[in-house]
């Protein structure tokens, strides 16, 4: 293992995070999410942090039949924030906080000195603990890839991104070739701007006809399993990207890394 055991969650947890109110407006919400290049925000009730809402939070909620009969300028933080809030202490090894992360199947956590919050410790965080790791990406990636294809509707990437916990799928065209990459991020700046023009023209059917080659990124990350670890994470941090794909001869597909197999290397660090 290459991860540094003394590494505190503290250390590197980000200071500088999102914090909204519980009523700020959730088209407010993802446009300083765009300001702060985040993809993630602590909400509180007056000074009293209550919960935490991300892009997959407001992913999972929008577009559904309970929230497609209002406007997305009506929905506020708390509707589609996630609570009571898991926190950790900023002493507390990095390691530990993965293997907490993948324990709870969350994707951040709140760093407290004493009983306020300091900091904000995401996947991201964590992925840059990793940047001059020599590992091969063949010891951590994912071998078994799912794929979604580039006539497939948003809301079929939705669905699959939220049953199976995905936050990235690689896109390929009816030729079975590998053509794009689409995320949660392309997938929530979609259905939001989309979501409003459909609640005030009533035309609901507009969702279904927004397919994946619309939205998706045509630039694919790529690299080989035999590279490192750490030009996986650079390569994340550069392009603001949630997966690198791996690829062979011809650009065959061998395999995927991201953000939670990373996290997940540094859980399986933890004694």
Request: overall charge positive.
């Given at each position: 293992?290459?991860?540094d055991?003394?590494?505190l969650?503290g250390?590197?947890a980000?200071?500088?995070?999102?914090?909204v109110s519980?009523?700020?407006?959730?088209?407010?919400?993802v446009?300083?999410?765009?300001?702060?290049?985040t993809?993630?925000?602590l909400?509180?009730?007056?000074?009293?942090?209550?919960?935490i809402?991300?892009?997959k939070?407001?992913?999972?909620?929008?577009?559904?039949?309970?929230?497609?009969?209002?406007?997305?300028?009506?929905?506020?933080?708390?509707?589609v924030?996630?609570?009571p809030?898991?926190t950790?202490?900023?002493?507390?090894?990095?390691?530990?906080a993965?293997?907490?992360?993948?324990?709870k199947?969350?994707?951040?956590l709140?760093?407290k000195d004493?009983?306020?919050?300091?900091a904000?410790l995401?996947k991201w965080?964590?992925a840059?603990?990793l940047?001059?790791?020599?590992?091969?990406l063949?010891?951590?990636?994912?071998r078994?890839?799912?794929t979604?294809n580039?006539?497939d509707?948003i809301?079929?990437?939705?669905?699959?991104?939220i049953e199976?916990g995905?936050s990235?799928?690689?896109?390929?065209?009816s030729?079975?070739?590998?053509?794009?990459?689409?995320?949660l991020?392309?997938?929530?700046?979609?259905?939001?701007?989309?979501?409003?023009f459909?609640s005030d023209?009533?035309?609901?059917?507009?969702?279904?006809?927004i397919?994946v080659?619309d939205?998706?990124?045509?630039?694919?990350?790529?690299?080989?399993p035999?590279?490192?670890l750490?030009?996986?994470?650079?390569l994340?941090?550069?392009k603001?990207?949630r997966a690198v794909?791996?690829?062979?001869p011809?650009?065959t597909?061998?395999?995927?890394?991201?953000l939670?197999?990373?996290?997940?290397?540094?859980?399986?660090?933890?004694?």
């Amino acid at each position: 293992m290459s991860v540094d055991s003394l590494i505190l969650a503290g250390e590197v947890a980000s200071k500088d995070f999102l914090r909204v109110s519980k009523n700020e407006s959730l088209v407010n919400l993802v446009k300083e999410m765009r300001k702060k290049n985040t993809d993630r925000a602590l909400v509180y009730r007056d000074d009293v942090p209550e919960g935490i809402v991300t892009k997959k939070d407001i992913v999972t909620k929008v577009a559904v039949s309970r929230t497609r009969r209002y406007p997305v300028s009506v929905l506020h933080a708390s509707s589609v924030m996630s609570y009571p809030l898991i926190t950790v202490k900023r002493d507390m090894p990095l390691s530990k906080a993965a293997r907490m992360m993948i324990d709870k199947n969350v994707s951040s956590l709140p760093v407290k000195d004493e009983e306020r919050i300091v900091a904000l410790l995401t996947k991201w965080d964590i992925a840059k603990a990793l940047i001059k790791s020599p590992t091969p990406l063949s010891q951590i990636m994912t071998r078994d890839v799912v794929t979604i294809n580039d006539t497939d509707s948003i809301l079929t990437a939705r669905k699959l991104m939220i049953e199976e916990g995905f936050s990235s799928l690689p896109v390929l065209n009816s030729e079975g070739l590998l053509v794009g990459i689409v995320t949660l991020d392309e997938i929530l700046d979609t259905l939001v701007d989309l979501m409003e023009f459909v609640s005030d023209s009533g035309s609901k059917s507009s969702l279904k006809n927004i397919t994946v080659r619309d939205c998706m990124r045509p630039v694919v990350p790529a690299l080989s399993p035999e590279d490192a670890l750490g030009t996986a994470v650079a390569l994340m941090l550069e392009k603001r990207v949630r997966a690198v794909l791996l690829v062979g001869p011809n650009k065959t597909l061998r395999g995927i890394t991201t953000l939670t197999d990373l996290t997940r290397y540094v859980a399986s660090t933890y004694v």
